[in-house]
């Protein structure tokens, strides 16, 4: 065959897969030249009411350590302890060689915890959701799911190959016509947040459950920031609807209210069965660390025995968002701790960003993608450890920072 020539290739300006890259890192150092950069801050303290950024203490409004118990004793020693018993690590997968006595304990915990039979544990939250939602789906079935579904929830039903209907935010009536529309499916699974995690509004539960009963559809709940925030017992948003026995599959996290590093799936023990031995962000991946699993399990435990820890952070969660709302700020329809101020434009979100943390008060700067276009937001959550003189000086800080950008008149 004769020789085929290659085009011309300039190999001092790198591969061009690589292209991409160079823009992305032109435009963040773009924005620390001009003061704006607003990621990677490095935090030199534990999750506190207070953590000390640059020498500098700030109110930490930006963590999802609801219950503030990343910094209990018990939790902590509960992960020295597990340290000090198992190691480090697992030096393996769940599936061979990774598991251990404490992670069956642990799963057992949870299930009971959430009420379901059985509950498999994840290494982080968003293997959670990849692993559980790509096994559980094939091509002749569909999937459904809120427009604002977290990016982990996208990225599994990406993975399956099933067919993705994305409807309209807190809709069910839109999720309705949907399923009316493809009577064809052989299997439904709809998938929604229970809170939303950027502007803290709560899915309308009980008509998404109403519209997948009348479709035959599973319903899958990611209950990451509403575990041991919402229901009479801290077990989420289908206890506060009082629909745990309506809910298939109850996902959660272990990095927000559970103080520590992963995520777990609970449901019918043949379904757990079956995503134990197929998702493969599960059986591909290192077992969860022993610290990480001993110090999520005191949590649950903590969670149960001080129901006071909840019903104080619902106390700084309606003390903060009445301030804002008396200031003039829009908090959107958020009805949980995680309140949003809504901004609209980009780069106003990171000018009050860094404003706030020259104030001294430490919040999350979200844009699109994470939020629809033109609705920019800094994000702000209580603790149930801050105390009214944080949350006071945090609001100073707000109206300050929100006059000074005419965000508030």
């Known amino acids: 065959m004769p020789d085929v020539e290659a085009s011309p290739v300039d190999v001092t300006a790198g591969p061009p897969v690589f292209n991409k890259c160079r823009v992305v890192a032109e435009r963040a150092a773009a924005a620390r030249a001009a003061g704006v ?20 203490k700030l109110v930490m409004l930006g963590s999802n350590n609801y219950l503030g118990l990343t910094n209990h004793p018990k939790v902590k020693e509960a992960a020295i302890q ?31 915890f959430v009420r379901k039979p059985a509950a498999v544990a994840f290494s982080t939250g968003f293997q959670a959701n990849l692993g559980v939602i790509s096994c559980l789906l094939d091509r ?20 399956s190959f099933a067919p993705i209907r994305k409807f309209a935010h807190n809709d069910p009536a839109a999720l309705g016509r949907f399923m ?21 509004d709560i899915t309308p539960l009980p008509e998404i459950v109403k519209v997948a009963r009348g479709y ?48 777990f799936v609970a449901g019918e023990r043949d379904v757990i069965t079956h995503i134990r031995h197929t998702a493969r962000s599960l059986i591909f991946s290192a077992a969860l660390a022993p610290a990480a699993a001993a110090a999520a399990g005191a949590a649950v435990d903590i969670i149960d025995s001080e129901p006071e820890r909840r019903e104080q952070l619902w106390r700084n969660t309606q003390f903060f968002k009445s301030g804002l ?7 959107g329809n958020s009805r949980t701790p995680v309140i949003p101020i809504l901004v609209g434009d980009d780069d106003r979100v ?16 979200v844009i699109p993608p994470a939020t629809p276009p033109g609705r920019a937001l800094l ?10 003189a944080h949350l006071s000086r945090a609001l100073e800080a707000c109206s300050r920072v929100g006059r000074e950008f005419g965000i508030i008149a």
């Open 37 to 56: 950069y607003c990621y990677f801050r490095p935090i030199e303290s534990a999750q506190e009411p207070e953590v000390v950024v640059g020498g500098r």
């Open 82 to 112: 597990a340290v000090r018993r198992y190691g480090t690590g697992c030096a393996g997968s769940r599936l061979l060689n990774g598991t251990l006595t404490m992670h069956e304990a642990l799963e057992d915990k949870l299930a009971r």
């Open 140 to 159: 002749g079935d569909t999937v459904y799911l809120d427009k604002q579904d977290h990016a982990c929830i996208i990225d599994g039903a990406r993975l």
């Open 180 to 200: 009316a529309a493809e009577r064809g499916a052989r299997g439904r699974l709809v998938v929604v947040d229970g809170v939303f995690s950027m502007e803290g």
């Open 216 to 263: 035959h559809a599973a319903v899958m709940v990611d209950d990451a920031h509403g575990l041991g925030v919402l229901g009479r017992r801290g077990r989420g948003t289908a206890e506060h609807f009082d629909l745990e026995g309506e809910v298939h599959l109850i996902m959660g996290t272990f990095s927000k209210s559970l103080a520590s590093i992963g995520g």
């Open 325 to 331: 709302s008396s200031l003039g700020f829009d908090t």
């Open 350 to 365: 990171f000018a009050m960003t860094r404003r706030l943390h020259e104030e001294g008060v430490f919040v999350n700067p």
């Open 379 to 388: 994000r702000t959550s209580c603790m149930a450890t801050h105390t009214e």
